[in-house]
């Protein structure tokens, strides 16, 4: 019986920094970011299942060629080119810090943080 050969983590980031590479210059753009289908990467990968540990690896190997990798809502997955995010806007803990130590103290309670957030509107309909 021949051995299954899957690709590995390292030619399945290759192969998908390649084809973002391939469109961006059909495109004659840059291409900071991208979604790929998880069809897609299991099929660029050769897997029928798409493990946390293989993942794991993905994400690590698309690191190191300066990528970042999201597991997106839907299922798919979100490609960022990590230099991408060298001019995002940097907020610091002191803009929460009250927060904190009210946290700490006693002050502050998980629901108070809950009506500080923006929340999407109650007639839009959430993933089921």
């Known amino acids: ?13 290759a192969l998908m920094v390649i084809a973002v590479k391939d469109y961006a210059d ?5 291409v900071p970011r ?7 990467v299991m099929y660029l990968s050769d897997r029928r299942i798409l ?17 970042h990798l999201l597991e997106l809502r839907d ?12 001019s995002w806007t940097k907020i610091s ?3 929460v810090e009250d927060l904190v130590l009210g946290l700490i103290s006693g002050d502050v ?11 999407p509107d109650e007639d839009e309909p959430e993933d089921e």
């Open 1 to 13: 019986m021949p051995a299954i050969s899957m690709v590995s983590p390292y030619a399945t980031a």
């Open 26 to 30: 059909a495109k004659g753009k840059s």
């Open 34 to 40: 991208a979604r790929m289908s998880r069809s897609t």
């Open 51 to 67: 493990r946390v540990s293989f993942l794991a690896e993905l994400a690590d190997e698309l690191a190191g060629l300066g990528w």
């Open 75 to 86: 299922g798919s997955f979100g490609l960022i080119r990590t230099d991408a995010t060298d």
């Open 93 to 95: 803990a002191k803009r």
């Open 109 to 119: 309670t998980e629901h108070d943080l809950f009506e500080r957030l923006d929340r």
